[in-house]
């Protein structure tokens, strides 16, 4: 049948057009086309499918259950409670998002066994002013980050001192001759010296024929602290200096309990101060310095380390060095006296600096003027809650004697203290943290917690400014403070810390020597 006959000619051409169309698409009841169709489809889908396997998506657990999508007014009601930030007036609900899930992976790296440490920086021509050289003006609110983890490595000197003394704190006179093997907390070091203090009394015997296992209680003379040189290449290129650094531990013993009663001032020398005062310290500080051992085989504490200092100086002549003394407790106020000792010992001293944790007063003002005009630099670490820091003396705080000093009574203050046996002051500069800062320890911790050397570590790592709260990155470990401290630490941490999957070592604890917190 001829069709295009029939129809006329501008007809014509759009008939044709739409029988083209027609057979290109093909019709469904052609099972050709179906065929052809269907094999298409088919290698469509195998194309798909193997881009979705060289691009597999992350599996989810199979115990987790995708949460549904949120409804934009859920979404915009979640947005204003957080804007009214609850968690800051209710104190559950504060606790509940620290204890969130990122703030518990953040609480298993803090309770590892492994430490982490803030990176340690080159100091190179800066290390002067890290050293003390203007005062730490501008370093200390807010904390410098480098000052911050030279301050935390001192401490953990400290620590070696405490560990090694309750390894062994006995002592016979052929050990006072040997130097004792301490684990440093940083390798660059290595110990030259051994340091003993002696008190200048003694018990009655029958005390010793009482308690002979406890002998190293009632000892005379105990091993205090070390000294020890920077040896490695890398490290003191990159403080700018060989270091010395000089350790000392806290009270240990009950002779040294009695000796840190004896709180009378007593004159240091006979020399006066060029702006006028006697400067005058505790007596039983100075006796723990200068006094000998037994028939005079064991040197003072501060022969022992001049001697020693001068050996180190003459050996590395021609070097730039720098002393440091660090102290706890008691071996903070003997870190003064023994930093007075060496700035005087040779005519040309290096750079002396003082880091002191928890350190009580020592001496008189004529004493602090004393060290300033010697250029012994000195930084506090202090505790806002350590009662330690406020004796011996009376219970007046520097900031009131400066204010009352600004108003007019200066002199009517420096005559109470020529004539005051308990007229103290404290010396240098101070870095003041707060017990209550810590998100982890209790407000209100005990006298212990608040000497303690590790909580001063750990608020000294977590310092920001004054006014700023705990360091969310603080880098130490939590471990050794929730050993030591137990009950001083939030029991919702403590809580925590039992279900979190940690190392076995935690259940170690026990065997790990603890540093006293050693109130002087």
């Known amino acids: 049948m001829q069709i295009g006959y029939t129809l006329p000619a501008p007809n014509l051409r759009l008939f044709q057009d739409r029988r083209a169309v027609f057979q290109c698409s093909g019709s469904p009841l052609n099972p050709q086309n179906q065929a052809q169709k269907q094999e298409n489809i088919t290698t469509k889908h195998l194309s798909n499918l ?12 199979p115990d987790q259950i995708p949460f549904p999508k949120e409804h934009p007014l859920e979404t915009r009601s979640k947005a204003f409670f957080e804007r009214l930030n609850l968690a800051g007036v209710w ?21 590892s066994t492994s430490p982490e440490y803030s990176p340690r920086n080159i100091l190179g021509i800066r290390w002067r002013e890290y050293h003390g050289s203007n005062d730490w003006t501008g370093l200390l609110d807010p904390l410098d980050e480098n000052l911050r983890r030279e301050i935390v490595r001192f401490g953990e000197f400290i620590q070696a ?22 684990a440093l907390p940083d390798k660059s070091y290595k110990v030259t010296k051994s340091l003993y203090s002696t008190s200048s009394i003694g018990l009655p015997t029958w005390v010793d024929d009482m308690a002979r296992d406890l002998g190293w209680m009632t000892q005379r003379s105990s091993w205090a602290g070390y000294v020890a040189v920077c040896d490695d290449r890398g490290e003191i290129q990159r403080m700018g200096r060989r270091d010395i650094i000089i350790a000392l531990r806290g009270t240990a013993t009950c002779l040294e309990w009695a000796e840190n009663m004896r709180d009378l001032l007593v004159p240091i020398s006979h020399e006066e101060e060029e702006n006028g005062g006697l400067p005058k310290v505790e007596c039983g500080f100075l006796n723990l310095v200068k006094t000998r051992g037994a028939n005079g085989h064991i040197p003072s504490l501060s022969q022992s380390v001049v001697d020693e200092v001068q050996r180190l100086i003459q050996k590395y002549k021609g070097e730039t060095l720098g002393i440091t003394i660090t102290g706890h407790s008691l071996g903070a ?40 005009s010697r250029n012994v630099k000195v930084l506090r670490v202090v505790n806002s809650q350590d009662v330690i820091t ?36 404290h010396v240098g500069t ?9 998100p982890f320890l209790e407000p ?27 360091r969310a990155n603080a880098k130490r470990s939590l471990l050794k403070l929730l050993n030591e401290q137990k009950s001083n630490v939030k029991r919702l941490y403590t809580s925590k810390a039992k279900g979190l999957i940690l190392n076995p070592e935690i259940h170690n604890l026990s065997a790990i020597p603890s540093c006293l917190p050693s109130p002087s």
């Open 161 to 182: 001192a405490y560990h090694c003394f309750h390894s062994n704190p006995s002592m016979s006179m052929e050990e006072a001759q040997r130097l004792r093997h301490v």
């Open 91 to 111: 104190p559950a609900m504060k606790a509940a998002e620290e204890m969130s899930p990122r703030h518990l992976n953040r609480l298993r790296r803090l309770l």
């Open 50 to 61: 193997e881009k979705l396997l060289q691009t597999e998506p992350p599996k989810e657990p």
């Open 333 to 372: 106020a003997l870190a003064l006296l023994v930093g007075d000792e060496l700035s005087a010992c040779a005519p040309h001293m290096p750079p002396i600096a003082v880091f002191s944790f928890g350190g009580p007063r020592v001496g008189n003002r004529a004493f602090a003027n004393r060290l300033n």
């Open 430 to 438: 101070e870095l003041r943290v707060d017990t209550k800062m810590s």
């Open 390 to 425: 406020r004796v011996p003396g009376m219970f007046v705080s520097e900031e009131l004697d400066n204010k009352l000093r600004c108003s007019g009574a200066e002199k009517f203050l420096d005559a109470l203290d020529k004539s005051m046996p308990w007229a103290y002051a």
């Open 444 to 470: 209100h911790a005990d006298v212990a917690c608040c000497h303690d050397l590790e909580a001063y570590l750990h608020l000294v790592d977590g310092f920001l400014a004054s006014n700023c709260p705990f």
